[in-house]
């Protein structure tokens, strides 16, 4: 089993200070960890759950792939990341399988981990983040 647990559920919103307000006044979550992802254009907070995290998302520029998203589909659900002790094997795994990688090769991603993405067109409509520690 390559997939160790979920590492996040990544929500796309308009206005991130709105977003996390609303979970800590609704569940009492506090921000974990917060950064602004230059290479993806986001900024996220990171609400942690158990071994897992809320992942908010809101786009730094307007041609970021969470931006289209947002002016597409709205907020919402954006991708579910799945920790893996490997990310480059994970990879290979998925891609053997029949994945289509939107990534070549595992990259830098936030916390200092390592990630590479899966487009939801091989994955029953799921854009999926593999998530290395």
Same mark, same amino acid.
């Given at each position: 089993? &390559? #997939? *160790?647990?979920i590492?996040?559920?990544?929500i796309?919103? +308009?206005? @991130? %200070?709105?977003?996390?307000a ?5 569940f009492?979550a506090?921000?974990?960890h ?7 254009g986001?900024e ?11 992942? &908010? #998302? *809101? ?6 792939p969470?931006a +289209?998203? @947002? %002016? ?14 490997n ?6 795994a ?20 390592t ?5 939801p067109?091989?994955s ?10």
């Amino acid at each position: 089993m &390559l #997939l *160790t647990e979920i590492d996040h559920i990544a929500i796309a919103v +308009k206005d @991130l %200070e709105a977003a996390i307000a609303y979970y800590q006044k609704a569940f009492g979550a506090t921000v974990d960890h917060r950064e602004v992802v230059e290479s993806d254009g986001v900024e996220e907070a990171l609400l942690k759950v158990a071994e897992s995290y809320i992942q &908010l #998302l *809101t786009p730094t520029r307007p041609d970021s792939p969470v931006a +289209k998203s @947002l %002016e597409k589909r709205g907020e919402g659900l954006h991708h579910i990341g799945y920790r893996v002790n490997n990310c480059a094997e994970a990879l290979a795994a998925m891609i053997a399988a029949g994945a289509t990688p939107l990534d070549k090769a595992p990259r830098p991603g936030s916390r200092g981990t390592t990630v590479a993405f899966i487009h939801p067109k091989g994955s029953f409509g799921t854009l999926i983040e593999l998530v290395q520690e």
